[in-house]
Nanobody
Framework: QVQLVESGGGLVQPGGSLRLSCAAS????????MGWHRQGPGKGRELVAI???????SYPESMKDRFTISRVNANNTVFLQMDSLKAEDTAVYYC?????????WGQGTLVTVSS
């Protein structure tokens, strides 16, 4: 069973930075695209960033200036560097990984941006 474990969330002041990590395990198959979504209070889940196994990156226009996604294929880990954080970035951040065409989700890590 594929498992994704996120870490790195927490409380940060506006303008600060956080780096989220997500490690995938439990499969011998190659992991395809990996990415991050988020769900803020009272909002729907939205895409933050996605990166293919070959390193091709895609961001929604609203995310590309302050968020940077990267991955290390050797240990099936994906990262999200978040800079210049704003209160509206407060959300639960979910890692997702594609394995054999199926998406697998992590349990989420809470990011709170507040002074």
């Amino acid at each position: 069973q594929v498992q994704l474990v996120e870490s790195g969330g927490g409380l940060v002041q506006p303008g600060g930075s956080l780096r989220l990590s997500c490690a995938a395990s439990g499969t011998s198959f190659s992991i395809g695209a990996m990415g991050w979504h988020r769900q803020g209070p009272g909002k729907g889940r939205e895409l933050v960033a996605i990166i293919s196994s070959g390193g091709k990156i895609s961001y929604p226009e609203s995310m590309k200036d302050r968020f940077t996604i990267s991955r290390v294929n050797a240990n099936n880990t994906v990262f999200l560097q978040m800079d210049s954080l704003k209160a509206e970035d407060t959300a639960v951040y979910y890692c997702v990984a594609e394995v054999r065409g199926d998406p697998y989700w992590g349990q989420g890590t809470l990011v709170t941006v507040s002074s």
